[in-house]
């Protein structure tokens, strides 16, 4: 894809795969944080989750798998209308075809996605979202349950 030109409108629906990428970005560091180690200064999702404890790697992969259907189904007819051979699909698959996804869809105005490359990791950004709910079930409307006032912003005169 050829990265577009100065100017160029994008669509609105491309902020979603920037921020469930950076969705899934969170819960990987969140598990790492809940285990009490560093976090890394990075956005490599596959490099994250490599650094894991191995049973959040074990049931972030049996949560997501149920939800790969619609991913699996959606390639292959892709890659059907290409005319190109269907990859396997599977939890390493999707992972290393998103693994930098936050970036590339980020920047997609600068530089275009990669073929190959994108987000199809929903599956698993929901799978990361449920080990943490099992770990600490009160964090279910942790997001809802803050309360927020609202606040106006000083004006600053433009010069």
């Known amino acids: 894809m050829e990265a577009p030109k100065k100017g160029f409108s994008l669509p609105v ?7 469930s990428a950076f969705a ?18 990075e956005h490599d999702l596959e490099n994250l989750f490599n650094k894991l404890s191995h049973d959040h790697k074990e049931r972030i992969k049996q949560l997501s ?21 269907a990859p396997i699909v599977d939890f390493n698959f999707v992972l290393r075809a998103s693994k930098n996804a ?14 190959g490359t994108g ?6 950004a929901d799978g990361a979202r449920e ?4 770990l600490h079930p009160d964090w279910v409307r942790a997001r809802t349950d803050i309360h927020v006032t609202t606040r106006t912003l000083p004006t600053v005169p433009r010069h």
Do not use: S
Request: with cysteine; glycine share 4%; aromatic share 10%.
């Open 13 to 19: 629906d491309l902020a979603i795969p920037v921020c």
């Open 24 to 41: 899934l970005e969170l819960y990987l560091k969140c598990l790492l944080a809940i285990d009490g180690n560093p976090i890394p200064p």
């Open 65 to 85: 798998e149920p939800l790969m259907d619609d991913v699996k189904l959606w390639l292959k007819e892709g890659f059907q209308k290409a005319n190109k051979p």
């Open 102 to 115: 936050f970036e590339a869809t980020r920047y997609l105005y600068e530089t275009g996605i990669r073929e």
């Open 119 to 124: 987000w199809i990791a929903d599956p698993i």
């Open 131 to 134: 080990r943490i709910l099992e």
